[in-house]
């Protein structure tokens, strides 16, 4: 009787404490549902904003070739003749798909072999001119892209007797890639080794390493996410390259899928083939989505590197 006695009087605390709580919860009031709508329909537009293109670019891949202007917004009939006619012997574009993966591919791996050995060279090493080479390096980047084609374009065409002629080849296409895939790769990978204690290599020195087995072994996968995001971002640019592309490959077996999309033709010659393109381009898309919605949490860790103290 007593030992129930003491129990009651907590109980109630407790429910006082409870009701207590929902008491004096904030309400909410007109301000706070009208914030609330007014964010979800922010989200809605931006995502309404960011899918329409690509939905629009899928339907028109699926209607008919005739109805290639049409303004519904669904495919009536479907018809799948647009990505029959993409790959027509005509427009030559499982090719131009090859260059295309040659190009990115190799331009993906050479940033990297280059970009990991001056970011972590910049993040380690002590010198009075660091600041003013990041700046350089990341300046470089600026520049617009058409401002080099000019320079180039006589280099690579045989102009100068010093240098050979590198029109219609692969290099013409992977060198000056480099110049905007480099900047990034080493202004990225820098700010992720300097967040890697030094710690942690002279510790695997001590164990026996030495200084490349321990950035191979212990720095480098610790910088994967760095890495990743690097390398996924520079091959999305110079898988939609466009420009360059266009200016030094002309050989109709050496052209980018992007070039190739860009001049196809329809069945007499000057009508547009809205069609085909839109599958051209759905084709072109599809690889890069599949990479990004594969990668995307290293893609979010190697771009917030960093960021947090």
């Known amino acids: ?10 109980k109630q605390a407790r429910v006082s404490a409870a009701e207590l709580a929902v008491l004096n919860k904030p309400t909410r009031d007109w301000k706070w549902w009208l914030g609330k709508i007014g964010t979800v329909a922010g989200m809605g537009f931006i995502v309404v904003y960011c899918i329409l293109p690509f939905y629009w670019m899928v339907i028109s891949a699926f209607r008919l070739p005739t109805m290639g202007q049409s303004t519904d917004f669904w495919p009536n009939p479907a018809s799948l003749e647009n990505f029959q006619a993409v790959f027509s012997p005509v427009n030559n574009f499982g090719r131009s798909l090859l260059n295309s993966a040659i190009v990115s591919i190799s331009t993906t791996v050479l940033t990297l072999l280059f970009g990991i050995i001056a970011a972590y060279a910049l993040a380690r090493l002590r010198f009075w001119a660091k600041g003013l080479v990041l700046s350089i390096i990341i300046g ?13 374009l006589k280099m690579f065409s045989g102009y100068y007797d010093w240098f050979p002629n590198w029109m219609n080849t692969y290099q013409a296409l992977i060198v000056p890639s480099l110049s905007f895939g480099l900047p990034l790769c080493v202004w990225n990978l820098t700010a992720f080794f300097r967040q890697l204690p030094v710690e942690l ?10 200084p490349g087995q321990a950035f191979r072994i212990i720095i480098l996968p610790l910088a994967a996410p760095g890495v990743f995001t690097t390398a996924i971002l520079t091959f ?16 109709k077996d050496m052209k980018t899928a992007t070039v190739a999309m860009a001049q196809f033709t329809g069945s007499l010659g000057f009508n547009t083939p809205y069609g085909s393109i839109m599958a051209a381009g759905v084709l072109l898309t599809i690889p890069l989505l599949i990479m990004v919605l594969f990668f995307q949490r290293r893609i979010v860790a190697g771009l917030t590197a960093g960021g947090v103290k």
């Open 236 to 251: 999305i640019a110079v898988w939609n390259e466009f420009l360059i592309a266009y200016t030094f490959n002309q050989d």
């Open 201 to 210: 290599e002279q510790a695997a020195m001590v164990d026996g390493c030495t």
């Open 140 to 152: 470089c980047s600026m520049f617009p892209g058409i401002t080099l084609l000019v320079p180039l």
């Open 1 to 10: 009787m007593t030992s129930a006695t003491a129990t009651a009087p907590k």
